[in-house]
Structures are given as structure tokens and as C-alpha cells.
């Protein structure tokens, strides 16, 4: 039984769901987010929250109940307070600089790497090596910040690359010399 889908979502003030042909959109003060649900769910909206209902009870209609509710729930999150992603850049002479919609990324490589930030995303820079990822759509969000650390992710012998804020980094013993 999936007891995350089970879960009623709350609807803040300040944003609409409309659902129509499959098609669920959330409208809030931080914007517009869309997205087609799976046919063997379907949501209920009484008021200011919102069920999620299948249609059969199957295992994978289970599975697409739980799914479809934090789907709906990040939109909803997203659209009224936003998500944020945090990353760290560690090593002597590595460090970002944001350019528009473009985050220069100087990580030890012989040029420094520029980095196209997706629609939705924005980003600021604290310290040089601190990098805030903020939009409305957690996924793109996630794929964003993946996308930065896969440029250069840290290394297990100094800690030297960028990963995420709450990562911890296990170090592992370098070389020793022997006599």
C-alpha cells in the first residue's frame, strides 16, 4: 500500500491547480509549472487539497499513486516558496563567477568551463566558491546541480572538485613511503 500517495496535499493560498486532459498546472506567485499525470491516476480537488486516486489496485498503480503525489506536491512547493541547491567548490585557485545566464567555472582545466544555466534556473555566487542554484521546478533543479559537479567531482584524497553542500566526503590515506 503506498502511504505517501495516500496523503492529501495542501494548497496554500495564492495557487490554482487546474487539471484538464491529463494535464496538471499549478500557478502560484513564483510562476506556472505543467505536467502530464499517468492514466491509471487521477486527482481530486476539494477545496484547497487535493487527492490523488487510482483507478485499479494494482502494484503499479500503487506505485504511480505515490509517484504522482510528490510530483504534484514539489510543483506545488515549487510554484509558492521555490527550491535552492547548494555547492561547494574546494581546491587552491578553483572558483565561479556568474555572467548573465552563463556560470563561469575556473576548476584547474587549462580554460575555464562556462556553464549554460537552463531556463528557470538562476544562480548567485558567494565567496567565489559557493554556487546557489534557486527555480520552481525541482527536477531541472537537481539535474542542474548534477550537471555542475559532473564538471569536476570531488576526489577521495584531498576533497579537491565541487559537491553539494551536505555532502561529506570520505578521504581515504594517500602514499606512504617506505624505508
Known amino acids: 500500500m503506498s ?3 495516500k496523503k492529501p496535499i495542501s494548497i496554500p493560498a495564492k495557487v490554482d491547480i487546474a487539471l484538464k486532459d ?3 498546472t499549478v500557478k502560484g506567485s513564483k510562476g506556472t509549472l ?3 499525470i499517468h492514466a491509471d491516476v487521477d486527482l481530486q480537488v476539494d477545496g484547497n487539497v487535493v487527492q490523488v ?3 485499479n489496485e494494482d ?3 500503487r506505485a504511480l499513486q505515490g509517484l504522482t503525489r510528490s510530483l504534484v506536491n514539489n510543483m506545488v512547493t515549487g510554484v509558492s516558496t521555490g527550491f535552492e541547491r547548494v555547492l561547494e567548490i574546494n581546491g587552491i585557485g578553483y572558483r565561479a563567477e556568474v555572467k548573465g545566464q552563463t556560470l563561469v567555472l575556473n576548476l584547474g582545466y587549462s580554460n575555464p568551463v562556462n556553464f549554460d544555466l537552463p531556463k528557470g534556473v538562476a544562480a548567485a555566487v558567494d565567496r567565489n566558491t559557493i554556487i546557489k542554484l534557486s527555480g520552481i521546478d525541482k527536477e531541472q533543479l537537481g539535474q542542474t546541480a548534477a550537471s555542475i559537479r559532473k564538471l569536476r567531482p570531488p576526489e577521495p584524497y584531498k576533497g579537491k572538485g565541487i559537491k553539494y553542500a551536505e555532502e561529506r ?3 581515504k590515506a594517500g602514499k ?3 624505508k
Request: proline share 0%; aromatic share 0%; charged share 30%.
Open 3 to 5: 502511504r505517501v500517495g
Open 22 to 24: 491529463r494535464l496538471v
Open 34 to 36: 505543467s505536467r502530464t
Open 53 to 55: 486516486v487510482i483507478q
Open 59 to 61: 502494484r503499479k498503480s
Open 169 to 171: 566526503i570520505i578521504r
Open 176 to 178: 606512504t613511503g617506505t
